[in-house]
Nanobody
Framework: VQLQASGGGLVQAGGSLRLSCAAS????????MGWFRQAPGKEREFVTV????????SHADSVKGRFTISRDNARNTVYLQMNSLKPEDTAIYYC????????????????WGQGTLVTVSS
């Protein structure tokens, strides 16, 4: 499975961005899909995850109410809608796929995309 994240960029605080993660190589409709992020000088951290059927989601407390994960299995794509962005959301965002159920632990994931940079200015 190859994952390609896109949609990052520079946005002002309070603004919105929508990230996409397109999968290729095989379908990911049976995979849980997650988003993680890594800010400069910090460890990679969990952001959100969605189960293969889209019926269950989990979010980090820091993004609850602001970020929404969704998926379109017909397009083999997962999305991350980010609203009310804050400067502390600045990071490289990575999408990941896990063959089993959802997890908040990065080491549990089987495949990773290359990341897309999100910069939020104050």
């Amino acid at each position: 499975v190859q994952l390609q994240a896109s949609g990052g960029g520079l946005v002002q605080a309070g603004g919105s961005l929508r990230l996409s993660c397109a999968a290729s190589g095989r379908t990911v409709d049976s995979y849980a899909m997650g988003w993680f992020r890594q800010a400069p000088g910090k460890e990679r951290e969990f952001v959100t995850v969605i189960t293969w059927g889209g019926t269950s989601r989990s979010h980090a407390d820091s993004v609850k109410g602001r970020f929404t994960i969704s998926r379109d299995n017909a397009r083999n794509t997962v999305y991350l809608q980010m609203n009310s962005l804050k400067p502390e959301d600045t990071a490289i965002y990575y999408c990941a796929a896990r063959a089993r159920g959802k997890s908040t632990v990065a080491a549990d994931y089987d495949y990773w995309g290359q990341g897309t940079l999100v910069t939020v200015s104050s």
